[in-house]
């Protein structure tokens, strides 16, 4: 099924007699396995409003990422936070919407600076379960009317509603932008350091550590001047001996970081920790030091662990368990995913709610079934 | 305003409540007194009062669970309270409701600079956060500007702004976890000091629901170390419309300033005579500051004037020191007392695409004189966040009436430019009914559905956000 707007969408939904697997571009196979029909967002396209001035845009959620980007760097614009493209790292082809991108809530390395794509999310359409058309938020940047659905729906994966537009603040793209590679560091070493930089004033845009090579990468992005000053000062302060990348160099290091390149390829169970960023070292000592790429300053870590047995599954939430915070299980044979809980499990309260609000949304339990667990 | 009728069967069993109260608290956390409730009868919109069945004021979060377990099985409303700075009715009881204020649980539980996290207990004043990480030089972004006075829980249930949120965001930007008292007493933990909580956004759902949802007792914040340095440039010009486009043009420009204040001429006439601030006699006037070392604000100083001088000011201030800078902010920061003094006023709170804004502006200066009540217009335009202060006199019968619904066109047209009612303030019981403007049934059912979740029984802090009609038969069901 491939609505070609709201109208058509909502009538599908509502006509469906079974469960529905929705995608956008079909770029992001993650979660637990869906049998369904499949229901693809993709023919609501297009941008309807664009205004550089208010740094707000609206698209219908089938429109192409790239479409968005071009649109958006016609004006020397961009999405501040990043969105990753996960084709490089789960190997599947395909156009990614910005449907996708908001409903996986992905975002990339300038997260720590500007926040997540629900943080730039303004406003949602969507059709819910019955197939009924609803609206929350809007196009402006401050709105508390009424509950913040915007964020629910973001990173809701398509099970609380189908997305049919969204509404995004950008941001103005730069003047220049460079990076600081340490190289050689344990992990200890490097999360220190970056947490210095992060804990600086000079507003570091991103802060990663790789495994291999014990590289490590600061971010700053602004006026030409203003980058030189901040990178000289954190060489003089925390990074001493940091070489510095510039321009393009700096710009495709950070989509490598961003699209967890270093970790595509093999056919490991890849594994998705967010953390507390001091945190990252005991926990890739603990999992036996597996290939990883920390990114958010340590705070988000990218792991590749045999695809054997539960995948890690046991090990992977005993640390989290104790340490704090959750794991998502990327990419993992359909086998391995039915099998292991894809999304962290929760609290048995925090499952009731999330139940509830489901049940809410989607009373037919149609949508997306059974992905986020 | 309408408010439901209180429900006689629990002020009957008054005495009872009470009595169960005090079983679970302290003698000195329950107040039942009805010449000391008088303190609870309403937030910062004082225009509404309604003293409550009682009040408590638990201090740790076993506290708050024992008192929500004991009124949702008495069937009492609950209305959570911070500070009570609200300007929308958001902690305004009802006759038969319980205030629960969070003011005696305001300790910091965790500093932690390497990871860039605060936890806090939620009684605690806004700027308190920032003064407890201060020796750091760290500080909490948003700024809404009670910060002396206001919790961090009213904030969290506002998802409070601020005038420097043109960078660093709003409250929900900023918020990492809560710990959250359910209305049946239990206890749930979201989020902490890692990013983006797992499974669905509950976090994201809370900030914001106005209290509605839980009581959220603790808090992890984001916290941020200090700029090395900031500084303001004042601009005017002889029109709203050239102020608008210069605004327009320095967000495009791609330089973030942390702020741009704007203020039109009541509001600088006002503040001038209050204050004497310097501020030239123009149409309309702006603040932009910025942040850096000495040598980057000069650089985006530099491009910000350039782009004002485009647009042909009628004066350009920039600030040389410390005290000129205080001397640029203190007619802003004076505004709202400025207008007070003038009279009383109504502080509204829509948010508009900065696009609209010189239409709105005109229409705005249109309906003052169709009302026959001034209004002064000062607000953050970088984001569209507009607070026009009608003026009114509360002892002139009937003014109130009208100044209400001077405010109410405001909003529509607020909404009808594609902004929404309110940007930081929240809904409260001010824009309970004017909710209808800005949603259709199914966007309001669908927000009622998800409290259904979190407060089966509807006695979180009843009557407010939703317009009372739609709400009208979830309340009597569960009553």
């Known amino acids: ?373 | 305003m309408d408010m439901p009728a209180p429900n006689p069967a629990i002020l009957s069993r008054k005495a009872q409540i009470v009595a169960r109260l005090r079983s679970v608290l302290p003698a000195d956390a329950v107040i039942d007194d009805p010449v000391e409730t008088r303190a609870y009868e309403c937030d910062a919109l004082t225009a509404y009062r309604c003293p409550p069945l009682a009040a408590v004021l638990p201090a740790s979060t076993e506290e708050v669970s024992a008192v929500l377990r004991v009124c949702h099985e008495e069937g009492v409303p609950v209305v959570p309270r911070g500070a009570g700075t609200s300007l929308a009715g958001g902690a305004m009881p009802t006759e038969d409701a319980i205030i629960l204020g969070v003011a005696r649980m305001n300790e910091v539980l965790e500093t932690d600079y390497e990871n860039r996290f605060i936890r806090v207990q939620t009684g605690r004043t806004n700027m308190s956060v920032s003064g407890a990480v201060e020796e750091e030089d760290f500080f909490y972004a948003p700024d809404p500007s009670s910060q002396l006075a206001c919790a961090i829980a009213g904030n969290i249930a506002m998802n409070s702004g601020g005038a420097h949120c043109l960078k660093y965001g709003v409250t929900t930007n900023n918020l990492l976890g809560v710990k959250m008292v359910m209305m049946d007493g239990e206890v749930v933990e979201i989020g902490g000091a890692h990013l983006d909580a797992a499974g669905l956004d509950l976090l994201g759902l809370i900030c914001g629901s106005e209290g509605q949802l839980g009581v959220v007792t603790e808090a992890t914040l984001r916290i941020l170390r200090k700029p090395e340095g900031a500084r303001p440039v004042l601009m005017g010009f002889d029109s709203n419309e050239v102020a608008g486009h210069c605004v327009s043009d320095i967000i495009k420009a791609g330089i973030l300033p942390v702020a741009i204040e704007f203020m039109d001429r009541p509001c600088i006439r006002a503040t001038e005579a209050f204050a004497g601030a310097g501020y030239p006699d123009c149409e309309a006037l702006l603040i932009v500051e910025v942040e850096g070392s000495e040598e980057e604000i000069e650089a985006q100083l530099e491009r910000i004037i350039a782009i004002a001088r485009t647009h042909n000011p009628v004066e350009l201030r920039e600030s040389g020191s410390a005290e000129e800078s205080a001397k640029i902010w203190l007619g802003r920061k004076s505004a709202f007392g400025a207008m007070g003094q003038i009279n009383d006023y109504m502080c509204l709170d829509g948010t508009i695409p900065v696009s609209q804004l010189p239409l709105v502006l005109r229409r705005i200066g249109e309906m003052s004189k169709d009302f026959g009540l001034d209004v002064g217009n000062v607000f953050h335009a970088g984001d569209g966040n507009m607070h026009p202060l009608i003026l009114f006199d509360a002892n002139k019968p009937g003014d109130l009436e009208k100044c209400e619904a001077f405010g109410a066109e405001i909003l529509k047209l607020c909404v009808e430019v594609g902004g929404c009612l309110t940007g930081e303030h929240g809904v409260g019981i001010e824009k309970r009914d004017l909710m209808v403007t800005q949603y259709e049934p199914g966007d309001l059912e669908i927000q009622m559905a998800v409290k259904d979740v979190f407060d089966p029984k509807w006695l979180l802090n009843p009557a407010k956000v939703f317009p009372l009609a739609a709400s009208d038969a979830r309340r009597i069901a569960a009553e």
């Open chain 1, 1 to 373: 099924m491939k609505p070609n707007n709201e109208t058509e969408l909502a009538e599908m939904v509502a006509a469906a007699k079974g469960p529905l697997q929705i995608i956008g571009g079909g770029t992001r196979d993650i979660g637990a396995p869906v049998d369904g029909d499949r229901l693809s967002a993709a023919g609501l396209s297009g941008v309807s409003l664009y205004e550089p001035g208010a740094l707000t845009l609206v698209a219908g959620a089938g429109t192409p990422l790239e479409e968005i980007e071009t649109v958006l760097a016609g004006e020397n614009q961009r999405l501040a936070f990043e969105p990753m493209d996960h084709r490089v790292l789960l190997g599947t082809d395909g156009t990614p919407t910005i449907g996708g991108v908001v409903a996986a809530n992905v975002s990339g390395p300038r997260r720590i600076q500007v926040g997540a794509c629900r943080d730039s999310a303004l406003g949602v359409r969507f059709v819910d379960g019955t197939g009924q058309i609803l609206k929350n938020g809007g196009r402006v940047m401050k709105n508390v009317t009424g509950y913040d659905l915007v964020k629910l729906m973001a990173g809701s994966w398509g099970t609380l509603g189908v997305l049919s537009e969204v509404s995004l603040k950008v941001q103005a793209i730069p003047e220049a932008e460079a990076t600081l590679v340490g190289r050689g560091l344990s992990a200890r070493d490097a999360i220190a350091a970056l947490s210095a930089a992060l804990g600086s004033p000079f507003d570091v845009s991103g802060a990663a550590f790789l495994t291999d090579g014990g590289e490590a990468y600061v971010r700053v992005e602004g006026l030409a001047d203003s980058v030189n000053y901040r990178i000289k000062r954190m060489q003089a302060e925390m990074c001493a001996g940091w070489e510095v990348l510039e321009g393009e160099k700096s710009a495709e290091m950070w989509r490598n970081i961003r699209d967890v390149s270093p970790l595509s390829g093999s056919h490991d169970a890849i594994w998705r920790l967010s953390v507390k960023p001091t945190d990252a070292p005991e926990i890739l000592q603990e999992l036996g030091d597996p290939k990883a790429v920390c990114d958010w300053g340590g705070g988000l870590i990218w792991l590749a662990m045999s695809e054997g047995g539960d995948g890690g599954a046991a090990r992977v939430r005993a640390v989290v368990a104790r340490l704090g915070g959750h794991a998502t299980l990327v990419r993992g044979s359909d086998a391995l995913r039915r099998n292991v809980d894809v999304f962290q499990p929760e609290a048995a309260p925090l499952a009731a709610i999330s139940k509830g609000l489901r049940a809410r949304f989607d009373p037919r339990g149609i949508l997306n079934p059974g992905l986020m667990g």
